[in-house]
């Protein structure tokens, strides 16, 4: 790990609470895919190639994934977040703790928000307004989750609901009800996603794919985009590391849509490395809430920062293109 990631996460984990400590940390079962999701980055290696005289790129490919409850890590929770994305692209989560009216009125560049489609479409419906009335430029549908992952670290704290003052504020005065839960439900269908098609021209990309037969069907579906994804390891432990499913998705894809990959990214190496494997750009999920929790704003910005500095330095040794024949095995 990027030696100024591994200072702001254990300053992150010096002053949270251990019980939100362990919700940003923790993942689903006996947490092998959380493990797996940055071990499988260290089993791979890049053959750089050479005096291709490309120059230096300056895009960062990168990001921000969608994580809840940003007030739990700092005061100014998902404005601090959305002040230091700058140009790069924010995920917000529907779970935000500030309204994604604020959140987009705080960012200065693209916001995209993060959906879980609710049983009841009038609710999905109306959330799909609220992101568009707040300028949002997308639509994230996460398909991971027909069930609430069972994180053990948070059944062992007790840890169910947010403090008094917290909400998952996108929720709050949603078909005459104050506040509503966010709901999961296995109903979610793929009918669902071509009803929000119908009711929104926003870009819609779907989060959580693995199985390469399901990004077909998504492309089949008119999807802007795929998110290889296992959810930062927090759905199902027996799923393989996100980097080890992203080459057959992109496979399936075969260039139709973009493909973006989340889970254990946590250097700049590790961006070129998916990037070699054939992803658009990458998400980062845990690295900003240490930064958010360490420093608010300057942390997220300083967790950017250094990803966009080592990934340009990682990229020129590379000779600027990144491509899958560049990728081996570390044996
Ligand atoms: C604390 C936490 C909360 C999350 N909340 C959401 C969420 O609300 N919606 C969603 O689609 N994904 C959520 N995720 C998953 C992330 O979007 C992302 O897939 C994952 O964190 C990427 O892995 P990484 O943390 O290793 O970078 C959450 C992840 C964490 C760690
Ligand atoms: C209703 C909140 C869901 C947050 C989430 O997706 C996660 O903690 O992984």
């Not at 609710?123 to 398909?143: D, F, M, N, P, Q």
């Not at 947010?162 to 949603?174: S, Y």
Request: charged residues 20%; contains cysteine.
């Amino acid at each position: 790990m990027n030696p100024v990631l591994a200072e702001l996460h254990d300053k992150a984990r010096a002053v949270l609470d251990p019980v939100h400590y362990d919700f940003f940390a923790g993942g689903v079962g006996d947490e092998v895919v959380l493990a797996d999701n940055e071990a499988a980055f260290r089993r791979l290696a890049l053959l750089p190639r050479v005096l291709r005289g490309n120059g230096i790129s300056q895009d960062l490919p990168v990001l921000i994934s969608p994580t809840a409850f940003h007030r739990l890590a700092h005061p100014d929770g998902e404005l601090a977040t959305a002040r230091a994305a700058g140009g790069t692209t924010l995920v917000s989560s529907m779970a935000s703790t500030v309204p994604i009216a604020e959140v987009v009125a705080a960012a200065t560049g693209p916001v995209w928000f993060q959906l879980y489609v609710q049983p009841d479409m009038d609710v999905t419906e109306a959330l799909v307004r609220r992101a568009e009335r707040a300028g949002c430029a997308a639509l994230v549908v996460t398909v991971d989750s027909p069930v609430f992952g069972r994180h053990r670290r948070d059944i062992a704290h007790g840890f169910h609901d947010l403090p008094a003052g917290l909400a998952a504020e996108n929720m709050r005065d949603l078909a005459g009800v104050a506040l509503r839960n966010i709901e999961m439900s296995p109903a979610v269908s793929w009918e669902h996603l071509d009803r929000l098609r119908d009711v929104t021209t926003l870009p819609l990309w779907v989060k959580g794919v693995l199985h390469p037969q399901d990004a077909v069907l998504a492309v089949g579906h008119g999807v802007a985009g795929v998110v290889v994804s296992n959810h930062g390891g927090r759905q199902l432990d027996l799923v393989p590391a996100s980097l080890d499913a992203l080459p057959a998705v992109v496979d399936a894809v075969a260039g139709r849509v973009p493909v973006v990959l989340d889970g254990g990214v946590r250097s700049g190496g590790d961006i070129a490395l998916a990037l070699a494997l054939g992803a658009s750009a990458v998400g980062i999920g845990r690295p900003v809430l240490w930064g958010l929790a360490a420093d608010g704003e300057q942390g997220v910005r300083r967790v950017l920062d250094v990803l966009r500095d080592e990934y340009r330095h990682v990229l020129a040794m590379c000779g600027g293109e990144l491509t899958r024949d560049m990728v081996v095995a570390r044996c």
